[in-house]
T-cell receptor, first 114, second 117 residues
Framework: AQSVTQLDSQVPVFEEAPVELRCNYSSSVSVYLFWYVQYPNQGLQLLLKYLSGSTLVKGINGFEAEFNKSQTSFHLRKPSVHISDTAEYFCAVSGAGTASKLTFGTGTRLQVTL | GAVVSQHPSWVICKSGTSVKIECRSLDFQATTMFWYRQFPKQSLMLMATSNEGSKATYEQGVEKDKFLINHASLTLSTLTVTSAHPEDSSFYIC?????????????FGPGTRLTVL
C-alpha cells in the first residue's frame, strides 16, 4: 500500500514569487508519482508525472518537480507564480504498473495574491 | 486527446431516489475506470475500480449495493447512487485509464455535483 503526505494545507504567496509545494510518499514497491491541479468545481488536470528516468520532471504551466528517492519526496516548484495559479494541488502515488489505483494526498491550497 | 466527460455536471434529487452518473472516454478506449468521491475541501477518495465487462472492485467501506457501477463498454461506465440520502451529497469524479501506452496515467472527468435534499 502507498500513502501520500502533503504537509501544507495552504500556501499563500505573492504574484511573481517562487513557490514550493511539498509532497512525501511511502511505499514498499516502486511507484509512479503525479501532481494534479484542481480549479473550483472542476475535475483534475495533470501537471506532471514521474515514471522513471530523470528525477527532474517538467510539466505544464511552468511547473516542475524533483523525485528524491532517498527522501521519498516529490516536491512541486514554480519559479514565478501568477494569480491564475490559485487552485488546489494534489500529489498522488500509484504502484508502478498498468492501471494501478492512485492514492491522493490531502491537497494544498495555493493562494496567489498581488 | 484523452478527454473524459461526465454527465450530468450537477444534479439535485430528493431523498430516496436513485441517481445515475455517466462517465465517458471520448477519444480512447478505457480498459479501466475509477470512481472517486470528494467532500468539500477534502481529497479524492477512491470508491471503486471498474474494468470493462467485469464486476467492479470496491474499496473498503464503500457499499456496493448502494453505489452500483456498470462498465458496459470500453468508453462508458456508470455510477448509480441508489436510494440517495443527504449524506451522499458530494462531488463525484471519474477517471479513465487507456491501458498500455498510457503509462498508468488516469484522465479525469470534470466531476458531478450531487445534492440530495
Amino acid at each position: 500500500a502507498q500513502s501520500v503526505t502533503q504537509l501544507d494545507s495552504q500556501v499563500p504567496v505573492f504574484e511573481e514569487a517562487p513557490v514550493e509545494l511539498r509532497c512525501n510518499y511511502s511505499s514498499s514497491v516502486s511507484v509512479y508519482l503525479f501532481w494534479y491541479v484542481q480549479y473550483p468545481n472542476q475535475g483534475l488536470q495533470l501537471l506532471l508525472k514521474y515514471l522513471s528516468g530523470s528525477t527532474l520532471v517538467k510539466g505544464i504551466n511552468g511547473f516542475e518537480a524533483e523525485f528524491n528517492k532517498s527522501q521519498t519526496s516529490f516536491h512541486l516548484r514554480k519559479p514565478s507564480v501568477h494569480i491564475s495559479d490559485t487552485a488546489e494541488y494534489f500529489c498522488a502515488v500509484s504502484g508502478a504498473g498498468t492501471a494501478s489505483k492512485l492514492t491522493f494526498g490531502t491537497g494544498t491550497r495555493l493562494q496567489v495574491t498581488l | 486527446g484523452a478527454v473524459v466527460s461526465q454527465h450530468p455536471s450537477w444534479v439535485i434529487c430528493k431523498s430516496g431516489t436513485s441517481v445515475k452518473i455517466e462517465c465517458r472516454s471520448l477519444d480512447f478506449q478505457a480498459t479501466t475506470m475509477f470512481w472517486y468521491r470528494q467532500f468539500p475541501k477534502q481529497s479524492l477518495m477512491l470508491m471503486a475500480t471498474s474494468n470493462e465487462g467485469s464486476k467492479a472492485t470496491y474499496e473498503q467501506g464503500v457499499e456496493k449495493d448502494k453505489f452500483l457501477i456498470n462498465h458496459a463498454s470500453l468508453t462508458l461506465s456508470t455510477l448509480t447512487v441508489t436510494s440517495a440520502h443527504p449524506e451522499d451529497s458530494s462531488f463525484y469524479i471519474c477517471s479513465a485509464h487507456g491501458g498500455q501506452g498510457f503509462y498508468n496515467e488516469q484522465f479525469f472527468g470534470p466531476g458531478t455535483r450531487l445534492t440530495v435534499l
